[in-house]
């Protein structure tokens, strides 16, 4: 801890370390399905289990909710969400499928020096999943969001950033329980993706950011609706 920090502050950094603890603790057992989708969250059974008061778990379940991944019923408390149903599914990808290929291909038309070095440093943050839990994806699924969210800032409109900004669609994504060994596949097709925006080559970044989602949607993804394995609508 700083020694210059005055005591107070450092109350207020503890607490907010505390609270993002609980916040990743909650959202790891949403994700890993230790909380079940649609499942009753007990706010003191929570309090408990993490030996804190009620305020972090009541903050943590707040951001939750504002990510999608919880409901507060009223008078009830929070549930979690359901996972998406398929056709929750199909229509979140052709959003996608409208919004990202465009920004790719303005970005390639726009990108400048500095939008080629954000790209690059972005892809080198990339890691392989460790494991096929919450622990072991997260640094991906953190990549993923990032990646997605810079170029659809590269595309120079706020509007489209902020439209997939509010999909939340890596968490929903990566909290279907699906074969998650995709890592190396996923970190291909971001590395074409930026050879095309930064070579300045809007018809291939389009293309590639098409191929991409639509991997992501046919080939590594909407297996896991098939008849034995659709989630309750």
């Excluded at 079940?36 to 289990?49: E, F, K, N, Q, V």
């Excluded at 020096?113 to 994806?137: I, K, M, N």
């Excluded at 997939?164 to 890592?183: A, E, N, P, S, V």
Aim: some cysteine; hydrophobic content about 40%.
């Amino acid at each position: 801890m700083n020694p210059t920090v005055e005591p107070q502050d450092r109350r207020l950094l503890r607490r907010q370390m505390l609270a993002d603890d609980v916040y990743e603790a909650i959202k790891t057992m949403l994700m890993d399905h230790a909380i079940r989708p649609g499942a009753r969250i007990s706010i003191d059974g929570l309090a408990r289990d993490f030996q804190v008061s009620s305020t972090p778990v009541r903050e943590a379940l707040a951001r939750l909710e504002s990510e999608g991944l919880a409901d507060k019923e009223p008078l009830k408390g929070y549930r979690a969400t359901p996972l998406l149903t398929l056709t929750e599914f199909d229509d979140l990808y052709r959003f996608r499928l409208l919004l990202e290929p465009w920004a790719a291909r303005r970005a390639a038309e726009l990108v400048d020096d500095a939008g080629r070095d954000r790209l690059r440093a972005e892809l080198a943050t990339a890691v392989e999943p460790t494991s096929v839990d919450y622990a072991g994806y997260k640094s991906l699924t953190a990549h993923d969001n990032r990646f997605h969210s810079l170029i659809a800032a590269l595309s120079g409109s706020e509007q489209v950033r902020l439209a997939f900004q509010r999909t939340h669609c890596h968490l929903h994504i990566f909290r279907l329980h699906y074969d998650r060994d995709t890592g190396p596949e996923v970190l291909v097709e971001h590395r074409q993706i930026v050879d095309a925006i930064t070579s300045g080559i809007p018809a291939a970044a389009e293309a590639a950011m098409t191929t991409h989602l639509d991997n992501s949607m046919s080939l590594r993804l909407r297996k896991i609706y098939e008849p034995a394995q659709v989630p309750p609508s």
